[in-house]
């Protein structure tokens, strides 16, 4: 089935490199609209544009044809995979003739699009002035807003070493331009990825065994094993309905818990891209971390069903291994190391940070969670100076802002003075029983002072304190 192409036949800017988009869409006729106009808009058209409909059961099929047109929509069942469903919109392109208007021999990428992500005019001539600056460059994604651009939702992504999806953002983070310029990532996640069809290709695509959870990311530790360079333009901004993450509509390729699924994928990505000698110690780690996160979640954090989709991810990950298997003989022939790959994994302090939250949370109820996430989070407040705009990561913490209190410092200070005046006290000279009755007059103090035992209680040989001699020398003094 042919696809459309596009009818501008002047040489666009960035002429050497031929875009083809594949809008991948499911259900997706409420964003559809938006997606289809934004598409339109771009200041920099790609050359060829097919949209895949893995088995709609709303509108969107005919909102596809009615913008597209109806050769350029391709049908496929509810249940095929996301790397599958890309495929199908290349391959309606396999013996097509080089689109017009273009270099000869051009570097040829593929745009993927999905049917909830509304590109900015700008998206695509920014990512191609990106990668034609760096021709070493492979994968490029853009800036990823919410739908409504109030939040950031993406600025590349990344696993840490237990499976889970880390984006390195603050949760409801604003977009104040505090990630603009980051460089080079581990991934980036599928809604607005530019990547090379020669690389596409050579690695075989999106997995489809992890069908929509985790795919981004495998694709992306590939691309980086390979040599390859994985970046964020972030000049270029796409908006993201997110509608899977946010439950407006279910995984239909997806068997099972969509959690456990998520976990399960997690875990298999990072044992089929680590290193070899790493790959055994990583499978043990997950069985005991995975056991012992499910009691803290539901003993602790009281999230029953995060603590079963710990166990089902990690029964859905042992129960089949030649997963894993199969996906390690498929990855091999790297041509760079994991430890140099190791750098663009999320760092395992992020993970003490999220329990930390997740405490907080469980303790002081979900306000004091909040508040503790916009403490490290930049926060817009409104027009302001721009000396004046806070950029903080993190705060004093808890425990400082506690112990600078002029109460807490006050008793802390006199503390350290006792200790000093009577350091006896922790040698233990202090005992109980009752106190020593008063004395008569100074012959009865220096006695008390001088003799071995005292009649306290049945007796004791403690020797009596300093403070004895300085009372006697005072009442010598004044008889």
Known sequence: MPAKASSQTSR??????????????HDGARW??????????????????????????????????????????????????????????????????P????????VEWVWVLHDDSAPEPEALERLLERVDASPSITVAGPKVLSWDRRRLLEVGVTTDGSGRRETMLEPREVDQGQHDGRGDVLAVGTAGMLVRRDAWDRLGGLDDHLEIFGDDIDFG?????????????????????????????RPDAVAGRAGGVARAHGMRVVLMNTAGLL????????????LLRSLAELLLLRRPRRAADEIVGLRMLLSRPGLVLSGRARRRGRSRAHREIRPLLAPASLRWRHLGDAIAGAVGGRAAAEQRRQRRAPVETGPVAEEAESFDVDDLGVLQRFVRRPGVLLAI???????????????????????????GGVSDLWRTYTQGWHPVGLGSTTTAPPALAVRFSSRKGTS
Request: proline share 8%.
């Open 12 to 25: 666009p800017a960035f002429s050497r490199h031929a875009v083809t988009v594949v809008l991948v869409s």
């Open 32 to 97: 559809l609209p938006e997606t289809l106009a934004a598409l339109a808009a771009q200041t920099r058209p790609p050359q060829r544009v097919v949209a895949v409909d893995t088995g709609s059961a709303d509108s969107s099929p005919g909102l596809l044809a009615d913008s597209l047109g109806e050769s350029a929509v391709i049908h496929r069942p509810a249940d095929a995979g996301f790397g599958a469903a890309i495929q199908a919109g290349l391959d309606a392109f396999t013996g097509a003739p």
């Open 99 to 106: 689109p017009p208007g273009i270099d000869t021999d051009p």
């Open 221 to 249: 530790w590939r691309v980086n094993a390979d040599g390859g360079r994985v970046v964020v333009a972030t000049d270029a901004v796409v908006r993201h309905g997110a509608g899977l993450s946010v439950g407006r509509r």
């Open 279 to 290: 790959a055994p110690f990583y499978v043990v780690r997950f069985v005991v971390e995975s």
């Open 413 to 439: 200070g006199l503390t350290v003075a006792a200790v000093l005046v009577d350091r006896r006290l922790l040698g233990g000279s202090l005992h109980g029983g009752r106190l020593l009755s008063a004395p």
